[in-house]
């Protein structure tokens, strides 16, 4: 499995952008798809999971209501749209994916795959 994240980029708070990672190869059923982001001198922090085959996507407390994730299978992509961005959204955004639903979805400890990450900088 192979993830390439992109979209990253320097906006102002207040502004939106959207992450894009896709996923090869296209078998993805059984899989769940995510983003974590690390700050800089930070810990890496859950922000979404969601199962490739459906379902409600779990967010993390800090960007819940802002963004949104959603799936182009046309094209094996996952999206992340982050309305509203505050500068403390400053961090490398890494796509991450593992094969099978866990209860721990918040902890990068259970994901198996990893894209490089993707920065984002919000200035105030």
């Known amino acids: 499995v192979q993830l390439q994240a992109s979209g990253g980029g320097l906006v102002q708070a207040g502004d939106s952008l959207t992450l894009s990672c896709k996923a090869s190869p296209p078998t993805f059923n059984n899989y769940v798809m995510g983003w974590f982001r690390q700050a800089p001198g930070k810990e890496r922090e859950f922000v979404v999971a969601?199962?490739?085959?459906?379902?409600?996507?779990k967010y993390g407390d800090p960007v819940k209501g802002r963004f949104t994730v959603s799936k182009d299978r046309t094209t094996n992509t996952l999206l992340l749209q982050m309305n509203n961005l505050k500068v403390e959204d400053t961090a490398d955004y890494y796509c991450?994916?593992?094969?099978?639903?866990?209860?721990?979805?918040?902890?990068?400890?259970?994901?198996?795959?990893w894209g490089q990450g993707t920065l984002v900088t919000v200035s105030s």
């Open positions: 991450t994916a593992r094969y099978g639903w866990t209860t721990a979805y918040y902890s990068e400890d259970q994901y198996h795959y």
């Open positions: 969601t199962r490739w085959s459906g379902g409600y996507p």
